[in-house]
Nanobody, 115 residues
Framework: QVQLVESGGGLVQPGGSLRLSCAAS????????TGWYRQAPGKERELVAG???????NYADSVKGRFTISRDNAKNTVYLQMNSLKPEDTAVYYC?????????WGQGTQVTVSS
């Protein structure tokens, strides 16, 4: 059973940056497409960024130009660089395969954007 552990969240002011990491216990990122998802209070979980096995990326319109997803297969880690953060980016961020596998949802990492 692969485990995914997210880290790197925190409290940041509007306009600030954070880099999230997702470490996998196995080499799934090199064989499956991966996504970063987020869930804000009272809202459904949504995909914000995805990367496939050949490195092509896609982004939700709300984060295009601000967020960058990347992957290090040697470290079994996927990253999400978040710049120009806005209060509406506040959410718990999760990584998972894309499409997601229910058993792989982790605890997520909280991102709060506030002054």
């Amino acid at each position: 059973q692969v485990q995914l552990v997210e880290s790197g969240g925190g409290l940041v002011q509007p306009g600030g940056s954070l880099r999230l990491s997702c470490a996998a216990s196995g080499s799934i990122f090199s064989i499956l497409s991966t996504g970063w998802y987020r869930q804000a209070p009272g809202k459904e979980r949504e995909l914000v960024a995805g990367i496939n096995i050949v490195g092509s990326t896609n982004y939700a319109d709300s984060v295009k130009g601000r967020f960058t997803i990347s992957r290090d297969n040697a470290k079994n880690t996927v990253y999400l660089q978040m710049n120009s953060l806005k209060p509406e980016d506040t959410a718990v961020y999760y990584c998972n395969t894309h499409p997601p596998i229910v058993a792989h949802w982790g605890q997520g990492t909280q991102v709060t954007v506030s002054s």
